[in-house]
């Protein structure tokens, strides 16, 4: 029989709606937080069972809060997310449609460098872009704004001018990402999750990409590094960075264009 949903619960998932995303201790302050509230035992080993029971109740729904990592540092994040939607229009309560189309525009250049981040330069300059194929007006002051909105609520992340697409972004536009980007999107190797940043193989004949920080990871050890899906020699070399960001020797981000693909002037 399944669990009644209760007041402890209800706190939860609308704090986890109110945040967009938060950090695994920050969720476990949290379950501990409901927990204390309404007098409940804390037992931390039963979290995951607290939060499939809240799962169970929004399912229905097409909800879901889900565990995905953060391409910035590893560290794990929770997000309720929307199973069902293939677009962006559940943003369209807080962003205008001219917005959600500048967003549109700004996934497709982070998608299309084989870093993940756009240049804020390149960003800015969408607004261009938007007026000549959609005759949408957007000052870049304007375009400024709905970049500072995004990172505060979480959709994108701003690191030294560079753009990229946050945990709650890759976890709730999933659907999106998967059906508009489908030749375009790689998986980490090693871990399976959505890979917009990280190191590709560099044998022409392999596809296989991952995170910089399951790259520190599995090559720690390892002399000789290889690919773990082909075994071609793995060039890169990976430097933990003192903020948490990963380097790399490899091209600069801001200036790296990726793969070349016909980017599509709008999407349904």
Not at 239 to 259: D, F, K, L, V, W
């Amino acid at each position: 029989m399944a669990t009644a949903m209760t007041d402890a619960h209800r706190m939860f998932l609308q704090s986890i709606m109110t945040h967009g995303a938060l950090k695994a201790r920050e969720v476990k302050a949290l379950y501990k937080k409901c927990c204390e509230t309404f007098n409940r035992p804390v037992e931390h080993e039963n979290l995951g069972k607290f939060v499939n029971e809240i799962n169970h109740h929004v399912g229905p729904f097409s909800m879901m809060i889900q565990k995905g990592v953060s391409e910035e540092d590893g560290v794990q994040y929770y997000a309720l997310v929307n199973m069902m939607e293939s677009d962006i229009t559940h943003l369209a309560s807080d962003y205008t449609e001219t917005e959600l189309e500048f967003f549109k525009k700004v996934l497709d250049l982070i998608v299309d460098s084989d870093t993940g981040v756009a240049s804020s330069t390149d960003v800015l300059n969408l607004t261009d872009l938007l007026h000549e194929e959609q005759n949408r007006k957007m000052r870049k002051k304007e375009a400024e704004d709905v970049i500072r909105r995004m990172v505060r609520d979480r959709w994108l992340n701003e690191h030294q001018g560079e753009i990229s697409l946050s945990v709650r972004g890759i976890l709730e536009l999933k659907p999106y990402l998967m059906e508009h980007y489908k030749d375009d999107i790689r998986q980490c190797c090693l871990c399976d999750q959505i890979a917009l940043k990280g190191q590709l193989c560099q044998s022409d004949s392999c596809e296989a990409k991952m995170h910089y920080f399951c790259a520190n990871r599995y090559f720690r050890d390892k002399d000789q590094p290889s690919c773990p899906r082909c075994k071609a020699d793995w060039d890169h070399m990976v430097i933990q960075g003192a903020n948490g960001h990963s380097q790399t020797e490899q091209t600069p981000a801001s200036q790296s264009h990726g793969r070349r693909r016909k980017v599509p002037s709008h999407h349904v």
